[in-house]
Nanobody
Framework: QVQPVESGGGLVQAGGSLRLSCAAS????????MGWFRQAPGKERGFVAG????????YYADSVKGRLTISRDNAKNTVYLQMNSLKPEDTAVYYC?????????????????WGQGTQVIVSS
């Protein structure tokens, strides 16, 4: 089992920052794309950001471009999501997911393993 573990969520004021981390135990972590998704109350889980196996390519949902940054450290089997200029609409449970291959994917069904999520609340 490869379930990743997220951390770093919390309560922050609008305009503030948070850094989410996701640690995965998968031995082939360094060859797999990783993604961050989020789910707000009453809404479906949606793609936020993705990074390819080497970290050389990233992709973002339009709603977070310029504010959120995904990165990874393959030596630590960890992927990060730096969240700046947070808005109340960013409030959601954030999930980390392990891809099925090395290239970035944007659909949830293209990810094999999911963490349990970390709550982010942005107050206005």
């Amino acid at each position: 089992q490869v379930q990743p573990v997220e951390s770093g969520g919390g309560l922050v004021q609008a305009g503030g920052s948070l850094r989410l981390s996701c640690a995965a135990s998968e031995r082939s972590f360094s060859s797999l794309a990783m993604g961050w998704f989020r789910q707000a109350p009453g809404k479906e889980r949606g793609f936020v950001a993705g990074i390819n196996w080497s970290g050389s390519r990233t992709y973002y949902a339009d709603s977070v471009k310029g504010r959120l940054t995904i990165s990874r450290d393959n030596a630590k089997n960890t992927v990060y999501l730096q969240m700046n200029s947070l808005k109340p609409e960013d409030t959601a449970v954030y999930y980390c997911a392990v891809g099925t291959g090395g290239n970035i994917r944007t659909y949830a069904f293209e990810y094999n393993y999911w963490g349990q999520g970390t709550q982010v609340i942005v107050s206005s």
